[in-house]
């Protein structure tokens, strides 16, 4: 497994982290450790790709980039 933390653009409210919880919770081989109002932190099987986690907070409506 490997950590991937995000930031995530546009969240404002608990309904925002909700929402982006339940797209990564959706995601095979992704396990949520932490969403907050602009942030994400999940656990990731190595083979799956981290463009595809930013693609399901992409698909909830927000804007999303691995941090470094």
Known sequence: MKE????IENM???ACVRRVTQA???V???KVEEVRI???R???SEHRPAAEIVKAV???GYAAFVEQ
Do not use: D, F, M, S
């Open 42 to 44: 999940v656990e990731a």
């Open 12 to 14: 404002h409210c608990g």
């Open 24 to 26: 990564l919770e959706r």
């Open 58 to 60: 992409e698909r909830a």
């Open 38 to 40: 602009g942030a994400a």
């Open 4 to 7: 991937v933390t995000l930031r």
């Open 28 to 30: 095979e081989g992704v």
